[in-house]
């Protein structure tokens, strides 16, 4: 599966206003349910928050991979935000995190679920790929870079 298929360039946020994990989530979910009405974003927060008590999404290097399924989802949506400054996630490094691609999926989805996670984070492993999308100018920019590095996988 490409990114393309569940992501959007309208679904960027190249610089992000939050100063905390819940207000991130709740950035990167106003962007998704602004275009997908039928989704409630509280009901969506909750899930992510649920989910980062498990455990943080936050993976290293600068990196939030926050995640989570919803019953009553038909297919996979990713949105991307970048904060400048970056911000205190709880990442596993317990460096401040700059990049954060959230994805939701459908409460049966596991294995797109999985995979979709695993090729970002892979994608991401790439500090140019970082280096990159933090000097991008535009959403349109940071969208091509994604787009383009998943056609490489």
Do not use: W
């Not at 998704?32 to 909750?46: F, V």
């Not at 919803?70 to 995190?97: K, T, V, Y």
């Amino acid at each position: 599966m490409r990114l393309s298929e569940i992501f959007k360039p309208q679904f960027v946020i190249p610089d992000l206003k939050a100063h905390d994990k819940k207000g991130v989530l709740e950035e990167l979910l106003e962007i998704i349910t602004g275009q997908e009405r039928s989704l409630n974003k509280g009901t969506l927060l909750q899930v992510l928050l649920e989910r980062e008590r498990l455990g943080s999404t936050g993976i290293g290097d600068g990196v939030a991979l926050p995640h989570g399924k919803l019953r009553g989802l038909d297919n996979l949506l990713l949105s991307f935000g970048r904060c400048i400054d970056g911000l205190d996630f709880d990442s596993i490094d317990e460096q401040p995190a700059y990049l954060f691609f959230l994805l939701l999926a459908p409460e049966n989805s596991a294995g797109m679920h999985l995979k979709s996670l695993a090729k970002i984070s892979r994608m991401l492993k790439d500090g140019n790929l970082r280096q990159r999308l933090m000097r991008a100018k535009s959403r349109e920019e940071i969208y091509k870079i994604i787009i383009d590095k998943d056609e490489e996988f």
